[in-house]
């Protein structure tokens, strides 16, 4: 049986992750506040879209390794790749208020109780299992597929776009969290490109997260997550991002920015090369070769 082109594989996984997304939202409602409803949304369409992509990865790739395939190798050094992911996410929030230091102000305010204790426990985990969800929605099945269709770049520019319709019923958003939103996909899809795998792009997604709203306190993505730390910026809204934070600014232009620029050393020169996965092809079948994959993650 002829498998269906790339492309069609690429429209078909996209339907499939907007239904299953519509399916989770139905009964769990969950609403912006990074909640338990918020958290078990993300961890049942997350599990839902990772065994629908393993189905389509054997059935229509013939993979066999379909999480590898995915995305999601076991053969790099997962934890290390998102643990490196983690810092460097919370490094380029840093950055970003930096930036807004020097022209504006940061304040924070610290509370604790065990009741805060809880809930930023559920805020972490919530915004652990969403990253992930969206890496693998995003930069997984469909991404790859899209990539043998037209191309590395104009794949990275689509997804980048597609990467701000999720998000635009945030509070607060408007054109230059729309441009920021985009430039994280473009930099999100590029940890993916050197590395051949999510998790190094999984860790600096949420450790970004984490940082401006666990460590920092600040809205994330226009999403207010009350916690021990509660943070406060003065500014322009062109640097701070207004109601939307950081995101929205030029603060998180630069911050953006400094990390493309860190990532290609960082992946190049300080992780191990056992942190680069395989090429996709090497975990399917030899009776279904696939289309060459070259253009994805080569190391030079």
Same mark, same amino acid.
Do not use: K
């Given at each position: 049986m ?5 492309f069609?594989r690429f ?5 499939v992750v907007s239904l299953i997304?519509v ?12 909640d338990?409803r918020?958290?078990a ?7 839902l879209t990772?065994?629908?992509f393993?189905?389509m990865?054997r059935?229509?790739?013939?993979a066999t390794?379909?999480l590898?395939y995915i995305?999601l190798?076991?053969?790099?050094p997962?934890?290390? *790749? #998102?643990?490196?992911?983690l810092?460097?996410?919370? /490094? ?7 930036? %807004? =230091?020097a022209? !504006?102000?940061?304040?924070f305010q ?5 009741s805060i *204790? #809880? ?7 919530a /915004?652990?299992f969403a990253?992930?969800?969206?890496? %693998? =929605?995003?930069? !997984?099945y469909?991404f ?12 990275v520019?689509c997804?980048?776009?597609?990467f701000v319709?999720p998000h635009?019923?945030n ?5 230059g ?5 985009a430039a994280?996909?473009?930099f999100f ?5 050197l590395?051949?795998s999510l998790w190094?792009?999984?860790?600096i997604h949420?450790?970004w997260?984490a ?6 306190g600040?809205?994330?993505s226009?999403v207010?997550?009350?916690?021990i730390?509660?943070?406060s ?10 109601a ?5 600014g030029i603060?998180?232009?630069v ?5 493309f620029?860190g ?15 395989p090429?996709v092809e090497t975990y399917?079948?030899?009776?279904a070769?696939?289309?060459d994959?070259?253009?994805i993650?080569?190391r030079s």
């Amino acid at each position: 049986m002829r498998r269906p082109r790339p492309f069609w594989r690429f429209l078909l996984a996209t339907v499939v992750v907007s239904l299953i997304n519509v399916l989770v939202f139905v009964p769990l409602r969950p609403g912006p506040a990074l909640d338990a409803r918020s958290l078990a949304f993300s961890a049942v369409a997350l599990a839902l879209t990772l065994t629908t992509f393993s189905v389509m990865s054997r059935r229509l790739d013939r993979a066999t390794r379909p999480l590898a395939y995915i995305g999601l190798p076991a053969s790099v050094p997962r934890g290390r *790749l #998102a643990a490196i992911g983690l810092l460097y996410g919370a /490094l380029m929030v840093t950055f970003a208020l930096l930036s %807004v =230091a020097a022209i !504006g102000g940061v304040t924070f305010q610290v509370q604790f109780t065990m009741s805060i *204790l #809880a809930t930023v426990v559920v805020q972490l985990a919530a /915004l652990a299992f969403a990253a992930m969800h969206e890496e %693998v =929605a995003f930069r !997984g099945y469909p991404f790859h597929r899209l990539i043998e269709s037209i191309g590395t770049v104009p794949a990275v520019l689509c997804y980048a776009a597609m990467f701000v319709l999720p998000h635009l019923g945030n509070p607060g958003v408007g054109p230059g969290a729309m441009i920021n939103t985009a430039a994280a996909g473009a930099f999100f899809a590029t940890s993916y490109l050197l590395t051949r795998s999510l998790w190094l792009g999984w860790g600096i997604h949420a450790g970004w997260n984490a940082a401006l709203s666990v460590m920092y306190g600040l809205n994330v993505s226009g999403v207010d997550a009350p916690g021990i730390v509660n943070g406060s910026m003065s500014g322009p809204g062109w640097l701070t991002g207004g109601a939307y934070g950081v995101e929205a600014g030029i603060s998180g232009t630069v911050a953006l920015a400094i990390g493309f620029a860190g990532l290609f050393p960082l992946v190049r020169r300080l992780l191990p090369p056992t942190a680069v996965a395989p090429r996709v092809e090497t975990y399917v079948s030899e009776e279904a070769p696939m289309a060459d994959n070259s253009a994805i993650g080569s190391r030079s």
